[in-house]
C-alpha cells in the first residue's frame, strides 16, 4: 500500500481551459488574520517587474513566446498588505476555474536564477486581456508544462504552516 497525497496544487496532467471563467480579474487575498479584495488598480499601484524571454510551454498544443510579462512580484503584493510581523511559510495561487499551484515563502525570498514570481497585468507592453489570463501568475522558473502559470487569479491564499495534506485529505492506494 502507498500513500499518495491528492494535492490539486501539485503538477498533474491538465488539458487548459481555453475560455476565462467570469469577465472580471478582482481576487481576493486570504491573510492569516484578513480577507481584502484585490482590484486591477491595486496591482497597478505597485511598482512592476518584467519578464523578458518567456515562454509557456503546453504540453498539448506547443510552445510559444517568447513573451515578455510584467507586474508587481507577488512577494510585493503580500508585503504591502500583511502586517510585517506576521510570519507565513506558503501561498496557494488558485484559478477561478480551480487550477492552481503552491509556492513556498522560499521561493519568494530567494527568487531563482530565472527572475521573481509576479502577477502579471501586461503583456508585450499591453495590459493583458481577460482571455489572456489577467490577472495571470508568471512563474519563470517552471519550463516544463505550464502548470504553474496560473490564469484568471480567483484567490492568493497566504498560510502560517506548511499544509502537508494529512488528515482528512489523506487518501490510500493499494
Ligand atoms: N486558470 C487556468 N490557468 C491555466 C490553465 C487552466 O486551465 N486554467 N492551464 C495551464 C496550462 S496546462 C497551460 S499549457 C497554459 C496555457 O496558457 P495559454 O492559453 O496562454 O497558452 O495555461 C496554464 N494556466
Ligand atoms: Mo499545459
Redesign the pocket.
Known amino acids: 500500500m502507498s500513500i499518495d497525497y491528492h494535492d490539486p496544487l501539485r503538477p498533474h496532467a ?1 488539458e ?2 481555453p475560455a476565462p471563467p467570469s469577465a472580471d480579474p478582482t481576487f481576493s487575498l486570504t491573510l492569516p488574520d484578513k480577507v481584502i479584495i484585490i482590484r486591477l488598480a491595486d496591482l497597478l499601484a505597485l511598482p512592476p517587474t518584467t519578464l523578458t524571454e518567456c515562454y ?1 510551454v ?1 504540453t498539448g ?1 506547443g510552445v ?1 513566446g517568447p513573451f515578455s510579462f510584467a507586474g508587481p512580484t507577488l512577494l510585493s503584493l503580500i508585503q504591502y498588505y500583511m502586517t510585517a510581523t506576521t510570519s507565513w511559510q506558503q501561498v496557494e495561487v488558485i ?1 477561478a ?1 480551480g ?1 492552481g499551484t503552491r509556492i513556498m515563502a522560499e521561493e519568494l525570498f530567494t527568487p531563482s536564477p530565472a527572475g521573481p514570481i509576479i502577477l502579471a497585468t501586461y503583456l508585450d507592453d499591453r495590459l493583458m486581456t481577460r482571455q ?2 489577467i490577472v495571470r501568475l508568471i512563474v519563470p522558473s517552471e519550463t516544463d ?3 504553474r ?4 487569479i480567483g484567490l492568493i491564499k497566504v498560510l502560517e504552516t506548511i499544509d502537508n495534506y494529512t488528515d482528512d485529505k489523506l487518501c490510500t492506494t493499494e
Do not use: R, T
Open positions: 491538465h487548459p481551459n509557456i503546453s498544443h510559444s484559478s476555474d487550477f489572456q489570463g508544462d505550464a502548470l502559470q496560473v490564469k484568471w
